[in-house]
């Protein structure tokens, strides 16, 4: 074995473990946005962000697992600028949430 080939099957088993940690964060999120829908009240925006981005983390994971058995690289390639978009929609409400907690500009004390 040749050191490309031991280079080539290293990073497939670092492809391999970083999309399993990638599926067992979606089954969490997904485990988290059911258990928070779950709760009496909570029904609302959020339980279902955290529905519908972790069943979205599984299935570009399963397709991630496919495309690097398969040897795919291109289509590892718009995995990765799919996840990018991803973070940046997942990211969006926590960059927003200081902006949230001003307080308005007629707000009067006495």
Known sequence: MGLEELK???ITLILYI????YLGF????MSI????????GAVGATAVY????GFIMLIIGGISLWANFKGMWFMLF???????ALFLVC?????????NLRWP????WF
């Open 50 to 53: 955290l529905l519908l981005v």
């Open 8 to 10: 080539q099957a290293g």
């Open 91 to 99: 990211a969006h409400p926590v960059a927003r949430a200081p902006q």
């Open 26 to 29: 979606g089954v969490i999120l």
């Open 105 to 108: 500009a007629t707000t009067h």
């Open 78 to 84: 718009l995995i990765e600028l799919f996840n990018i």
């Open 33 to 40: 946005g059911g258990w928070y829908w779950s709760n009496a």
């Open 18 to 21: 970083c999309f399993g940690v």
